[in-house]
Nanobody, 127 residues
Framework: QVQLVESGGGLVQPGGSLSLSCVAS???????????MGWYRQAPGKQRDLVAS???????TYKDSVKGRFTISRDNAKNTVYLQMNSLKPEDTAVYYC??????????????????WGQGTQVTVSS
């Protein structure tokens, strides 16, 4: 089972910055490739929305409201995705979830392809 471990959430004042990271690992086998990695967020009472994503060849997608403020990047060798968040606003407050899409793993089960989610990390923007 692939596990995604997120880090970097916390409390920040409006206008401040935070950096999130998420590492994908497979304890019982090997991760062969991860097509897309990204971040969703969910505020209380709202649906979970895509914030940003990046493919293995570097194609990025951003939610309109974060364009110009957030930057997504990844290190394919480390199976890690990053989200640099600048000029944070109170409306950015949410639980941020990491996702890895079309992860191909190899183990005693042979080859498997699946999507995986992290547990979420809280980001609070407040004065």
């Amino acid at each position: 089972q692939v596990q995604l471990v997120e880090s970097g959430g916390g409390l920040v004042q409006p206008g401040g910055s935070l950096s999130l990271s998420c590492v994908a690992s497979e304890a019982s086998g090997t991760i062969i490739s991860i097509y897309s990695m990204g971040w969703y967020r969910q505020a209380p009472g709202k649906q979970r929305d895509l914030v940003a994503s990046i493919t293995s060849d570097g194609v990025t997608t951003y939610k309109d409201s974060v364009k110009g403020r957030f930057t997504i990047s990844r290190d394919n060798a480390k199976n890690t995705v990053y989200l640099q968040m600048n000029s944070l606003k109170p409306e950015d407050t949410a639980v941020y979830y990491c996702i890895s899409g079309q992860v191909i793993t190899r183990g005693t089960w042979g080859l498997k392809r699946n999507d995986y989610w992290g547990q979420g990390t809280q980001v609070t923007v407040s004065s």
